[in-house]
T-cell receptor, first 116, second 114 residues
């Protein structure tokens, strides 16, 4: 079974440019999460999809960030325009749901974003 | 405000020694406390987890100790091995909240010397 895959693994862009990160969750996982780790600090929650619906986007830093999950499969996270403080590693994770229970989160290897 | 505080930031242990990483939390609504292990270039992977109705959970060389009254929990790695060298994150979540919205600590970089 393939794990959570993220693309690109590393992106270097200039301030003001746009970057789109992609996440392919484990097949059959309804829950998809985006997290971010900035400058060696804690990994912070950004948002949570259940299938194609945004369940919780309370961690999104501002309106320069747009996440989508069309069709409830893969997800994209777009940063437009990128700022210096957006640099960090963006992790995607997915999990199964059954009834009111949620299984373990499986993380991807992350997409490292460097904004110059 | 960081809801889960983790220490130390880095830890160096000799092979065969005991590695101890500590975490403290503020939100008493947290009811699930996992530890994640991350190797360079990889994503965090669940190592071991505990719920607040038990004070200790052991899986092989890894043990979580949980002190509900002090709002603290810790990871003990017995007989530490060079292959354990990684970054360890403690985390916490609320069962009733956004399913598995984890609040992470800042991470501990563990180096086990051969």
């Amino acid at each position: 079974e393939a794990g959570v895959t993220q693309f690109p693994s590393h992106s270097v862009i200039e301030k003001g440019q746009t970057v789109t990160l992609r996440c392919d969750p484990i097949s059959g996982h309804d829950n998809l999460y985006w997290y971010r780790r900035v400058m060696g600090k804690e990994i912070k929650f950004l948002l949570h999809f259940v299938k194609e619906s945004k369940q919780d986007e309370s961690g999104m830093p501002n309106n320069r960030f747009l996440a989508e999950r069309t069709g409830g499969t893969y997800s994209t996270l777009k940063v437009q325009p990128a700022e210096l403080e957006d640099s960090g590693v963006y992790f995607c994770a997915s999990s199964r749901s059954w009834g009111s229970n949620t299984g373990e989160l499986f993380f991807g290897e992350g997409s490292r974003l460097t904004v110059l | 405000q960081q809801q889960v505080k983790q220490s130390p930031q880095s830890l160096i242990v000799q092979k065969g020694g005991i590695s101890i990483i500590n975490c403290a939390y503020e939100n008493t609504a947290f009811d699930y406390f996992p530890w994640y292990q991350q190797f360079p270039g990889k994503g965090p992977a669940l190592l071991i987890a505990i719920r607040p109705d038990v004070s200790e959970k052991k899986e092989g060389r890894f043990t979580i100790s949980f002190n509900k009254s002090a709002k603290q929990f810790s990871l003990h790695i017995m007989d530490s091995q060079p292959g354990d060298s990684a970054t360890y994150f403690c985390a916490a979540s609320i069962r009733g909240g956004s399913a598995r919205q984890l609040t992470f600590g800042s991470g501990t970089q563990l180096t086990v010397l051969p």
